[in-house]
């Protein structure tokens, strides 16, 4: 465990095994951290409390700024090891797993230095003050990712910080650890717990010393975090799941469209909360759209992520492959047609986690892999008469996490964008802003991160009358 500005062992003696999904090959070993190994870092994260918080913001930038140093010069160990502990590509990873994070530590890098932590609103002076102590829990599909847009802003808002992540990818975390400690940042004020969630995780979300926990995850378990840090009256942020839809309406270019759809499906091997798992088309082009996405799909082979010419590796373990499966026969036995994949291991990857590009025709929105995320490399297409029935079929979810439309003219697409009930919407295929804010509606979370958005979840304020 790395604690208070340490590397610490374990308080138990019981350890997680890290395993390569390529091949099914035990790679490593963690700690399996306890309720101990929790409290003994958040007394060290609220030690550091006063002293981070005193920093000048424009110091922190500085330090932030090391941090993204050190991720950039070790970007190259940062993907092998992605692809090692989860199956990335390695072009995937490299540019993704490892090139987001410098990013996103660079924006925070720049926002601690020229964001306004105090302002005047007519006689009164308003400061906005870090939260306290972070609990953050990060999934297990954009490992790295998910801990600096967390760790990132906190720091920047001058929070301390205890991380606990996923016990299926805990290599990346470590490597991030030691960039912390090049780092030279204070004694306690990054904290990481390897464990699992119902007890590293539990124990965090639950500890009296966290002020804040940031949680990445499935929707199952954030409402139960949110139970329990309402019954505290403790500050959360919640990024949950998601089952958007991409709606490309008449006009648009349908070869493009589709093609970028199958690849937003397809990347990182379908586990991505943002995916465009729900294609909409209408119905005077909903067969041609059928072969595109079929064809497209089937560029997805699957292959040994270490390759640079894989795009589609496995998935993170043995269990989420037999969960996607269990979505295709779902699929399959409530009459959606399969035009690509199915739910049978690739021909020559009988070893390994991998799954077949699969997409279905034939989808109606009540199906259950219309409703439920699958998480995995699976594509649903559905028709629509008119605009307002695409809306409608991209409304019709719990979920609210992102979208796309696609249209010939942009202000169109605009137009239905601003009608879907979702926190992010890409026009015709506008590219990824680490700057704008992500999260979601209804289901899909309560908060937002990245950019300005991001640093504001970690902030308090203060105003005095003058």
Avoid at 44 to 60: I, K, Q
């Amino acid at each position: 465990m790395y604690i208070d500005g340490a590397w610490r062992p374990a308080a138990g003696t019981d350890s997680i095994e890290v395993v390569n999904p390529a091949d099914e090959q035990v790679i490593a070993t963690v700690p399996a951290g306890t309720a101990l190994d929790v409290d003994t870092a958040v007394r060290a994260a609220r030690a550091a409390l006063p002293g981070w918080a005193a920093v000048p913001p424009a110091e922190r930038g500085t330090y932030l700024a090391a941090l993204r140093d050190g991720l950039a010069a070790r970007r190259d160990e940062i993907a092998e090891t992605v692809v090692a502990e989860l199956g990335s590509p390695v072009g995937f990873a490299q540019a993704v797993h490892a090139g987001l994070p410098i990013a996103v530590a660079d924006s925070y890098a720049e926002l601690a230095k020229t964001y306004a932590f105090e302002e005047r609103i007519g006689n009164s002076t308003v400061f906005h003050e870090p939260v306290g102590v972070v609990g953050a829990i990060t999934p297990w599909n954009y490992p790295l990712h998910q801990i600096v847009a967390k760790v990132a802003p906190a720091l920047a808002a001058g929070c301390t910080v205890v991380v606990k992540p996923a016990e299926n990818t805990p290599l990346v975390a470590q490597l991030f650890a030691e960039v912390v400690a090049g780092a030279e940042l204070p004694a306690g004020v990054f904290n990481l717990v390897t464990g699992l969630g119902p007890v590293a995780g539990q124990a965090l979300a639950e500890h009296p010393g966290v002020d804040l926990v940031s949680f990445t995850g499935s929707t199952a378990v954030g409402r139960r975090i949110g139970a329990s840090a309402g019954a505290a009256v403790k500050r959360v942020a919640l990024e949950l799941g998601g089952k958007s839809a991409n709606i490309v309406l008449p006009g648009a270019d349908l070869t493009r469209a589709v093609k970028v759809g199958v690849a937003n499906v397809m990347a990182n091997a379908g586990q991505t909360c943002s995916a465009w798992t729900r294609l909409l088309v209408h119905a005077d082009q909903y067969e041609e759209a059928v072969e595109l996405a079929a064809a497209a799909a089937a560029k997805y082979a699957p292959g040994d992520p270490r390759d640079a010419e894989t795009r589609l590796g496995p998935v993170v373990s043995a269990a989420q492959r037999d969960r996607v499966r269990g979505y295709i026969d779902r699929g399959i036995a409530e009459g959606a047609r399969l035009v690509a994949g199915g739910p049978t291991a690739p021909e020559g990857l009988e070893r390994g986690y991998y799954l077949r590009p699969t997409v279905f025709a034939d989808v109606t929105p009540e199906m259950t892999i219309a409703q439920e995320e699958i998480f995995g490399p699976v594509l649903s297409i559905l028709r629509y008469a008119d605009v307002d029935e695409a809306v409608r079929i991209a409304n019709d979810s719990a979920y609210g996490l992102a979208g796309a439309v696609w249209a010939a003219d942009e202000a169109e697409a605009v137009a239905v964008a601003r009608r879907l009930e979702t926190g992010q919407v890409d026009i015709n295929g506008g590219r990824f802003n680490p700057l704008a804010p992500f999260g979601g509606y209804k289901n899909s979370g309560v908060g937002r991160e990245l950019g300005v958005h991001g640093l504001t979840e970690y902030l308090q304020t203060k105003s005095l009358q003058l």
